[in-house]
């Protein structure tokens, strides 16, 4: 039943991920960073601690109480899942959501499945599996060996988003990706799913603020499993961190680009801007929400990262078949994306087989 609700929940959030994109298409007039942001501080700074708030009384006293040195590794593995999450939004405006989200989860997925087992052969950890002992056992080889696989999966999508460009005019690939940009979004892409996974390291390094208040609430109700919502407090500290990151960069484009007016701009529709840019944000934090539900019922191990990634990368080419990304080219370029995520989903189930052995 645990592993049924794990399952549950994690589709939810990488639904839900797969998703939030779509809210920012909605947005009129305003540059990239000026929605970015505000979506942004719905989802790292307002939207988590509401979530810590209603979910985890005194989550802020667990916070305070904490050690500094799992406060600052925690608050700097969020800075680098920043630069990944600000990234990922540059791979999706220059590759569209089906393509870029393929590569930039693709690599999400691989890094992030093995992240912290690296973690726990520098930090040992009992009850943890470290990437050593990954290499020594039968099931640890057989989810390195879907890593590969998804690394695979990932170049298939890569060739088929190099078809699509040679096979498209510069106006149709603009009629369903207006900044399509291969080269650019390649690179973006890349460097985005690799640091992006670090999101899971976070997680491993605030796990002892987890703890503490999924041990308060099994005092008060003992017997009743593990706590579903123990991740929210680790959660804000991250996204502090992918804030900051965030703020400084969005904050520099405004100011080179002087589109810091965008939010005074009548022309615009201001209201509706900043409506979708928040349900973009809210969207794109119930992920974690739901994330933290999944692994609080399977553990986070490399089964649950890459499940929650497979959701996510199943949903975005759900919403690129529906905004067109794919039309006008032939069937053999269709054929190409298709394989490339068949064989990304086929790593999930390989990592699945050997998270269980």
Not at 346 to 351: I, K, P
Request: some cysteine; glycine content about 14%.
């Amino acid at each position: 039943m645990n592993a049924l609700l794990g399952v549950i929940f994690h589709s939810i959030g990488g639904f839900a991920s797969g998703s939030f994109y779509m809210p920012y298409n909605k947005v009129k007039g305003w540059a990239w960073e000026s929605y970015w942001i505000i979506g942004g501080l719905f989802s790292w700074l307002i939207v988590p601690p509401l979530a810590a708030y209603l979910t985890i009384p005194d989550f802020g006293n667990i916070i305070a109480g904490s050690s500094s040195q799992i406060l600052s590794i925690t608050f700097i593995m969020g800075l680098l899942w920043g630069i990944g999450g600000l990234t990922y939004g540059l791979g999706v405006r220059y590759l569209g959501m089906s393509l870029g989200n393929s590569v930039v989860l693709g690599f999400c997925a691989a890094f992030g499945a093995i992240v912290p087992s690296i973690y726990y052969n520098i930090n040992p950890t009992v009850g943890k599996i470290s990437f050593t002992d990954m290499m020594a056992t039968g099931g640890g080889k057989l989810v390195l060996l879907g890593v590969v696989v998804c690394l695979i999966g990932i170049a298939i999508s890569g060739k088929a988003g190099m078809m699509k460009e040679n096979e498209l005019s510069k106006e149709q690939q603009k009629a369903s990706v207006a900044e399509f940009s291969l080269v650019k979004g390649l690179i973006i892409a890349v460097i985005s799913g690799i640091l992006s996974s670090f999101f899971n390291f976070g997680i491993e390094a605030g796990k002892p603020m987890a703890e503490v208040a999924n041990g308060l609430w099994k005092a008060v109700n003992p017997g009743e499993g593990e706590f579903l919502f123990q991740n929210n407090v680790t959660f804000v500290v991250i996204l502090w961190g992918g804030l900051t990151t965030n703020l400084i960069w969005t904050t520099i484009l405004s100011l080179k680009n002087k589109t810091y007016g965008d939010f005074t701009n009548r022309a615009t529709p201001i209201a509706r801007n900043i409506m979708f840019s928040a349900l973009a944000g809210t969207t794109w934090f119930m992920q974690f929400f739901f994330y933290g539900m999944g692994e609080s019922k399977l553990g986070n191990g490399a089964s649950s990262w890459i499940l929650h990634m497979s959701t996510i990368i199943l949903t975005a080419n759900m919403w690129g078949i529906y905004r067109k990304e794919w039309t006008g080219v032939s069937a053999k370029t269709k054929g190409t994306i298709i394989a490339g995520i068949s064989v990304i989903i086929l790593s999930v189930f390989l990592v699945g087989i050997g998270n269980s052995m």
